[in-house]
């Protein structure tokens, strides 16, 4: 037991606090794999913030039968006809679940299957709660004109693979088509 770990945290003043909170910043120039248009994507500012991350880690990353609790913070905008979006993984464990609940905002949670022939999406917006099965990659993506927020909680044995995403790509991106979020073939 780990008794500097606060049991109880607060989303307060649009931040999470009241324990220990890792943070961390991706911005434009960290997600150069992710965004489908090249010329748009080279157009953006570097230091743009596209998300953030507030982590609560009660128990050593590995650990079987705990739990992770985070919220992500994505801000609005476009990469070309691309959402802003986070990067998107696996888990390590494959057959790790995770729940994500929208705070604030409006986006969708893309999903694919673990041999990447399916891509499908959920709407998100304030007070969805969504299922993320194991064997399945998810990402977010803001599709609104404000900050997209979302808490979520998975084992804390799940694990992150970017690698795969980062090499293959979801199937499948979330552009603007006629004002409207479009799943559409990866070009
Ligand atoms: C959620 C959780 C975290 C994840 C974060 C950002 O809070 O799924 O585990 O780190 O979203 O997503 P990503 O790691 O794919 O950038
Ligand atoms: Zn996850």
């Known amino acids: 037991m780990n008794d500097m770990v606060a049991a109880k945290l607060f989303f307060g003043k649009g931040r999470l606090a009241g324990g220990p909170v890792e943070r961390l910043t991706r911005r434009i120039a960290d997600l150069g794999d ?6 748009a994507y080279a157009r953006m500012p570097a230091d743009q913030v596209v998300y953030e991350v507030e982590s ?4 050593a990353a590995g650990t079987e039968g705990g739990l992770f609790i985070g919220i992500t913070y994505i801000h609005p905008g476009k990469v070309g006809e691309e959402y802003f979006m986070t990067k998107g993984h696996f888990h390590e464990i494959r057959n790790r679940g995770e729940v994500y609940i929208c ?7 893309i ?3 673990e041999d990447h022939s399916s891509v499908w999406a959920e709407k998100m917006e304030p007070g969805s709660i969504h299922y993320i099965n194991g064997h399945t990659a998810h990402r977010t993506a803001n599709t609104g004109s404000t900050v997209l927020s979302f808490g979520a909680c998975w084992p804390s044995d799940a694990g992150h693979d970017y690698r795969t995403i980062s090499e293959r790509g979801f199937s499948k991106i979330l552009v603007e088509q006629n004002g409207v979020p479009t799943l559409v073939n990866k070009p």
């Open 34 to 39: 992710i965004f489908s248009d090249r010329e």
């Open 56 to 59: 609560s880690f009660p128990v």
């Open 103 to 109: 705070m604030e905002g409006e986006g969708m949670l």
């Open 111 to 113: 999903l694919m299957n």
